[in-house]
């Protein structure tokens, strides 16, 4: 009995579940352990809705032996078409079916290609996932479109019994899909046309009419999830959804469907997303540094991928080398030294001993030992945080709380939401956050109806109820740095920017950087390419502009990755010299490059200060220390300024050497 109860996949997931929520749990600070409320469960699940309804249809995909790369692309494509809709007067109903239409074609076309064409289902869907993002990109031409109608964001923004409505409608699709899949004629061809494709064509199953219509379903529950994400953000991102894709594939591998076809549940994606996303979450309240995160990701997905290719006869190998020993006394005495061993980690490992490992912290007898401030950024793995984070910890370490950095990879407004929500349920004393566009607005808000107040730093979401902005002027350091081009150009040749369109703290530098260079009449800008904030990407979008317009004489970057870019791509030309490069920012490799000569001069912000400035005026105002007026709550008066200019400063080669890190 217990061999056939260990060999129902989703049994051992739902104890791994377990196993994880008790770890997580015990580890945490008695006094404030926040994991096991129901605040945190809602979080999670809230997180983790739009790619859940993506990974019920990813479900069905891979139980016949395929799988779609497109659905990020056709989650941003479905909330495209739906603010289209609903912005041009349609009902909020209409826009939500038209936004599933668009879903619904593109996983026609791609079931069509892979069955009639013949097509590999990994190029098909990859060449999809260019266009279809390709499609969105331009016919937004990078900007994010918002100021929708509250008939519409309700379907996002509204809730039941304190459970919002993307949860609600995630949960009752899993459970019908899983009892259709389990119970259905039709859904039940999955598994034979997954297991052995010739024989399902013999016994009569029609392959290509099963393939076509799971893929139509994966692209309408994309869809679906790019119109909900975008209801709740009250924004459409052309970048939305960038990654689903493989987050997906992985929830649904761990979640015991396999990649060989034939095998899986949408029970057991369910328990794979909700192990992913409470390893996430608590790794978040440990404060283990988000850089590690997804080596411990990356390593869940691989022991998943392990069990799903052993067959019965190698895990019984494999389970009698790990346990067998030649003296039986040896088989006990190894069984209870590692009972003993995990014991020990549960009672003896130390109270939020994870949390800022490494700190030292001084003692401040007004701080709160388990007092804590989170820092969201975006694009965090960009050297450009690296000063904001040594900020953060600095000032943490001068007051004696703790402080979490984390943040997205990447610049989707969707991924840093999921970081907002976990942030939210560890009721920290306050949160810092770089905004990745007007969609976080929302979240914003809530923080602060809650009582957790929010300064924002770097990017601004000035609609929001954020207490106050740190940063730069984003207008004045483009503006600034189109004066400084201007004038190494002596006010005449063809120059291209480099931006990334529909970052609003971007869009403003650009404006800067357009307006600056519009007071020379000589100076003709012929591009503004999009360079992700990313050095490669960058040096792809210089070296096609390059080649459009070979008489370039300068370039104007706005974030830290263009300058960098730009640079591998002229000494490429060998045009170093001859073809001026004003960056942004002071990473290593621009230092570098400045001193080389290769990148005249470089906009550098106040990163470090943005962050440490910040922290210092939460603590101020958590421990009441502006005293503006007694009660500044009661009076309703904000005793903080509601805007910080840090400023920027020229780095050129004649400083440069006075902004390079020490080692």
């Excluded at 056939?4 to 404030?32: D, H, M, S």
């Excluded at 039940?188 to 024989?199: D, I, K, L, P, T």
């Excluded at 050095?535 to 974030?559: F, Q, T, W, Y």
Aim: some cysteine.
């Amino acid at each position: 009995m217990l061999k056939r109860i260990l060999k129902i996949r989703e049994l051992i997931i739902f104890l791994c579940v377990l196993v994880t929520a008790l770890v997580f749990y015990l580890i945490q600070p008695g006094a404030t352990n926040r994991f096991l409320t129901g605040d945190n469960l809602k979080a999670i699940l809230t997180g983790l809705a739009p790619d859940g309804l993506i990974a019920i249809g990813m479900t069905f995909v891979i139980i016949t032996g395929g799988f779609d790369l497109s659905v990020g692309s056709t989650l941003a494509l479905g909330g495209y078409v739906a603010s289209v809709a609903v912005l041009g007067g349609y009902s909020a109903a209409t826009a939500i079916a038209l936004g599933l239409l668009s879903g619904a074609i593109v996983g026609v076309i791609n079931g069509l290609i892979i069955t009639k064409v013949k097509v590999n289902p990994l190029v098909t869907t990859l060449g999809t996932m260019t266009i279809v993002r390709g499609v969105v990109l331009v016919e937004t031409q990078g900007r994010v479109m918002t100021g929708f109608p509250q008939s519409f964001r309700q379907l996002g923004e509204g809730a039941a019994m304190g459970i919002f409505y993307p949860v609600i409608i995630f949960l009752v699709l899993a459970v019908i899909a899983d009892l259709l899949l389990r119970h259905s004629r039709f859904l039940r061809q999955n598994y034979y046309v997954g297991g052995n494709e010739e024989a399902a064509r013999l016994s009569g199953i029609d392959v290509d009419r099963v393939r076509i219509v799971m893929y139509v379903i994966t692209g309408m529950l994309a869809a679906m999830a790019g119109v909900i994400t975008t209801a709740k953000n009250d924004s459409a991102s052309p970048i939305a959804g960038t990654g689903a894709e493989l987050r997906v594939i992985a929830a649904v591998v761990i979640g015991g469907a396999s990649l060989n076809g034939g095998v899986g549940t949408v029970l057991g994606t369910f328990l794979g997303l909700l192990l992913t996303g409470m390893i996430a979450n608590g790794l978040g309240f440990m404060s283990v540094s988000f850089y590690a995160e997804g080596i411990i990701t990356g390593l869940i997905l691989i022991v998943a991928v392990m069990i799903d290719q052993l067959t019965g006869e190698r895990a019984r190998g494999l389970w009698k080398l790990l346990t067998t020993t030649r003296s039986k006394k040896m088989e006990r005495a190894i069984n209870v030294a590692m009972a003993l061993i995990i014991v020990g980690l549960l009672i003896f490992w130390p109270k939020g001993g994870a949390q800022n490992a490494g700190v030292s912290q001084v003692v401040n007898a007004e701080a709160d030992a388990n007092e804590e401030y989170v820092f969201i950024g975006k694009s965090v793995s960009n050297p450009y945080w690296v000063d904001a984070r040594e900020g953060l910890e600095d000032r943490a370490r001068a007051l004696g709380v703790k402080a979490d950095f984390r943040g997205a990879s990447g610049t989707d407004v969707n991924e840093q939401i999921k970081q907002f929500e976990d942030a939210m349920a560890r009721k920290p004393a306050g949160i810092i956050l770089s905004p990745s566009g007007v969609g976080i607005t929302t979240m914003i808000n809530r923080a602060v109806d809650s009582g957790i107040p929010v300064i924002c730093v770097d990017s601004d979401a000035p609609q929001s109820k954020r207490y106050s902005y740190v940063g730069t002027d984003n207008y004045n350091a483009g503006k600034q740095g189109g004066e400084l081009l201007g004038k190494l150009l002596n006010g005449k040749g063809e120059v291209f920017l480099l931006s990334v369109p529909g970052e609003p703290n971007l869009e403003e530098r650009i404006k800067g950087y357009q307006d600056a260079l519009a007071k020379h009449p000589g100076i003709t800008i012929v591009d503004v390419g999009n360079d992700r904030a990313d050095a490669n990407e960058a040096a792809k979008a210089a070296r096609n502009i390059l080649s459009a317009h070979p008489n370039i004489a300068g370039v104007g970057c706005v974030d830290s990755g263009g300058g960098e870019g730009t640079a591998v791509v002229l000494r490429e030309k060998g045009l170093v010299g001859k073809v001026k490069i004003v960056g942004m920012d002071r990473n290593d490799a621009t230092l570098n490059l400045i001193e080389e000569g290769v990148i005249d001069a470089s906009i550098a912000q106040r990163t470090y200060t943005m962050a440490y400035m910040s922290l210092g005026m939460l603590y101020d105002l958590h421990h009441n220390k502006v005293r503006m007026v007694d009660d500044w709550r009661a009076a309703g008066v904000l005793p903080l300024p509601t805007d910080v200019d840090t400023g920027t400063v020229v780095i050129t080669k004649e400083n440069v050497d006075a902004f390079k890190r020490k080692k």
